[in-house]
């Protein structure tokens, strides 16, 4: 066993993993596993650059987290950092910050590693499964892109696209610095035109149609499912590998568009973060479902982080 701890800063959560992997076995033994929303790519595909109280609200995150990995001994730490932090002008800020409170530097990926890591993380329990066919493609719905993987037990294919919840909530809800509430038709329209033009780009390098089983990755995907389950708090061993149809999805996704924000932020599930960005991130799930002919996806509550754990466990 050796003992690890991950972190995945995307563009609007920042995430610990913190796990003993036993490479002989293939387990992966969860120690602490945590998420805050600290929204780090807020205004980045406006400005370009991330803004210093987004950057407090990161640093606060990983002083949290430096003191959970140091009380339990983790014996290597990587720290990976998606969308926002590519996009950014200053993330040299960003990159100083981590080292001097968590003593290592944040690996800025690119798309292709992300996917990589994604696909390991939410596939390795899914290898040995009679009950679902592949290739799988493992979609992981962020806040400023998505990731697009193809594989069987190893990658075939993989494409980044700019598309997340965040990144087309501020691009096409945000009206005189305010999210409409609800959005209009013609914002819809706007979010579905943008996703159709990435999931072309994706299928430039991914054949989407080909997949036999969706996985669906992140927190607008289990936000979804969540709601789909009925679940009265978030119960993410009920959300793990639960399989949710596509007309629930379209169900759900036309329910969020439709509510208000207060009516987002009275879903028992919903959290406080998410209330603002799961109506794009739920148009994006549903647009992808779409286009690849998914009859259902496939939820996994592992993911990018678990890949980046078993990055260390070799």
């Given at each position: 066993?050796?003992?690890?701890?991950?972190?995945?800063?995307?563009?609007?959560?920042?995430?610990l993993l913190v796990a003993d992997a036993d490479p002989a076995t293939g387990e992966l033994k969860d120690l602490d596993r945590r998420m805050q929303i600290v929204r780090l790519g807020q205004g980045v595909d406006r400005?370009?650059?991330?803004?210093?109280?987004?950057?407090?609200?990161?640093?606060?995150?990983?002083?949290?987290?430096?003191?959970?990995?140091?009380?339990?001994?983790?014996?290597?730490?990587?720290?990976?950092?998606?969308?926002?932090?590519?996009?950014?002008?200053?993330?040299?800020?960003?990159?100083?910050?981590?080292?001097?409170?968590?003593?290592?530097?944040?690996?800025?990926?690119?798309?292709?590693?992300?996917?990589?890591?994604?696909?390991?993380?939410?596939?390795?329990?899914?290898?040995?499964?009679?009950?679902?066919?592949?290739?799988?493609?493992?979609?992981?719905?962020?806040?400023?892109?998505?990731?697009?993987?193809?594989?069987?037990?190893?990658?075939?294919?993989?494409?980044?696209?700019?598309?997340?919840?965040?990144?087309?909530?501020?691009?096409?809800?945000?009206?005189?610095?305010?999210?409409?509430?609800?959005?209009?038709?013609?914002?819809?329209?706007?979010?579905?035109?943008?996703?159709?033009?990435?999931?072309?780009?994706?299928?430039?390098?991914?054949?989407?149609?080909?997949?036999?089983?969706?996985?669906?990755?992140?927190?607008?995907?289990?936000?979804?499912?969540?709601?789909?389950?009925?679940?009265?708090?978030?119960?993410?061993?009920?959300?793990?590998?639960?399989?949710?149809?596509?007309?629930?999805?379209?169900?759900?996704?036309?329910?969020?568009?439709?509510?208000?924000?207060?009516?987002?932020?009275?879903?028992?599930?919903?959290?406080?973060?998410?209330?603002?960005?799961?109506?794009?991130?739920?148009?994006?799930?549903?647009?992808?479902?779409?286009?690849?002919?998914?009859?259902?996806?496939?939820?996994?509550?592992?993911?990018?982080?678990?890949?980046?754990?078993?990055?260390?466990?070799?």
């Amino acid at each position: 066993m050796k003992r690890v701890a991950a972190i995945d800063c995307g563009t609007n959560s920042i995430r610990l993993l913190v796990a003993d992997a036993d490479p002989a076995t293939g387990e992966l033994k969860d120690l602490d596993r945590r998420m805050q929303i600290v929204r780090l790519g807020q205004g980045v595909d406006r400005t370009g650059r991330l803004a210093p109280e987004a950057l407090e609200r990161t640093f606060a995150a990983c002083r949290e987290y430096a003191a959970v990995i140091k009380g339990l001994g983790a014996e290597q730490v990587r720290f990976v950092a998606t969308s926002a932090s590519r996009d950014a002008e200053n993330r040299d800020d960003f990159v100083r910050g981590v080292v001097d409170i968590l003593g290592v530097e944040p690996e800025v990926i690119t798309g292709d590693q992300e996917a990589e890591f994604s696909f390991n993380g939410a596939t390795k329990e899914l290898t040995d499964r009679a009950d679902l066919e592949r290739p799988f493609l493992v979609v992981d719905i962020g806040g400023g892109s998505t990731e697009f993987v193809l594989g069987d037990a190893s990658v075939r294919a993989a494409r980044s696209v700019d598309v997340g919840c965040v990144r087309m909530t501020e691009r096409h809800l945000v009206h005189e610095g305010e999210i409409s509430d609800p959005p209009s038709p013609g914002q819809i329209a706007a979010i579905k035109a943008d996703v159709a033009a990435a999931l072309d780009r994706a299928e430039e390098t991914v054949p989407l149609r080909e997949a036999a089983t969706l996985v669906g990755l992140a927190g607008s995907v289990t936000t979804v499912a969540a709601i789909a389950l009925g679940l009265n708090q978030y119960d993410s061993e009920a959300i793990h590998h639960s399989r949710i149809p596509l007309a629930k999805v379209r169900e759900i996704t036309d329910r969020l568009v439709s509510s208000t924000h207060a009516e987002r932020a009275a879903i028992p599930v919903m959290h406080p973060g998410r209330v603002d960005v799961i109506a794009a991130g739920a148009l994006v799930l549903l647009s992808i479902m779409e286009r690849v002919g998914a009859g259902e996806v496939v939820v996994s509550e592992h993911d990018i982080l678990d890949g980046i754990a078993w990055s260390l466990a070799g």
